[in-house]
């Protein structure tokens, strides 16, 4: 069985910082992709971010670009998701998973999670005043 569990959650204050990863001995690019997806209570699910090995390229949703970073650690083995800037609507519970997918139409970017299978729990998020 795959190995891997999210951490790194917890809360934090509008315009706040946190970091989210995800390791274990099971967490591998075999699919070409990893990434990140979110969802809230009573909320579909939300594709957050995309690395894909292929040339190392990232990819982010338009919520949350320019404020969150996407990074794979070899040495670690560690998919992390750094997240500045931090918004109310940004509370979640964060999971990682493998073939993150992406469509982008008319400058928009979307990341397409609904085929994925997070490895962990999840970690949660609370964004709060």
């Known amino acids: 069985q795959v190995q891997v569990a999210e951490s790194g959650g917890g809360s934090a204050q509008p315009g706040g910082s946190l970091t989210v990863s995800c390791t274990g001995p099971?967490?591998?690019?075999?699919?070409?992709?990893m990434g990140w997806f979110r969802q809230a209570p009573g909320k579909e699910r939300e594709g957050v971010s995309c690395f894909r090995w292929s040339g190392r390229r990232t990819y982010y949703a338009d919520p949350v670009k320019g404020r969150f970073t996407i990074s794979w650690d070899s040495a670690e083995n560690t998919l992390s998701l750094q997240m500045n800037s931090l918004k109310t609507e940004d509370t979640a519970m964060y999971y990682c998973a493998a073939d993150c997918r992406i469509r982008e139409n008319d400058g928009h970017t979307t990341v397409v999670t609904d085929h994925m299978k997070p490895w962990g729990q999840g970690t949660q998020v609370t964004v709060a005043s």
């Open positions: 099971g967490l591998t690019f075999d699919d070409g992709s």
